[in-house]
């Protein structure tokens, strides 16, 4: 009987884990990239900006993960989006919006008690790998 083969994915170019688990895992064809925060690869400090900067410079991080595997935001089809403080839902959506255009992936969003190195924002997702093409006869 075959297994499905599991993939763990390390990049340089996104901040590394800062516990114990991967960047993203790869089972089959279904890759589940761990939350990415402000972290600033180079000096693994957090960016300076508030949620604006640490929503983009997160989604930066998201998507070097994406790229080492040939992937691009449009391969993600989930994401979960953890807050500090759900009044900065309105300035998080304006920049999530230009990593997501279109063809919006499924997401649900949580205010939460704590994020990591008491950052604003943390976003998780679940990519697909291969070449999306997207049914739009239903529209």
Known sequence: MAGIVRKIVKVSTAPSAIGPYSQAVIAGNTMYL???????PDSKKMIEGGIEAETEQA???MGEV????GL???NVVKTTVLMADLNDFQKMNAIYAKYF???FPARAAYQVARIPLDGRVEIEAVA???HI????SHL
């Open 34 to 40: 761990s939350g990415q925060i402000g972290l600033i």
């Open 59 to 61: 989604l930066k991080n």
């Open 66 to 69: 994406l790229k080492s595997q």
């Open 72 to 74: 691009s935001y449009n």
């Open 101 to 103: 255009p279109k063809n």
């Open 128 to 130: 697909v790998l291969g």
């Open 133 to 136: 093409v997207d049914d739009v």
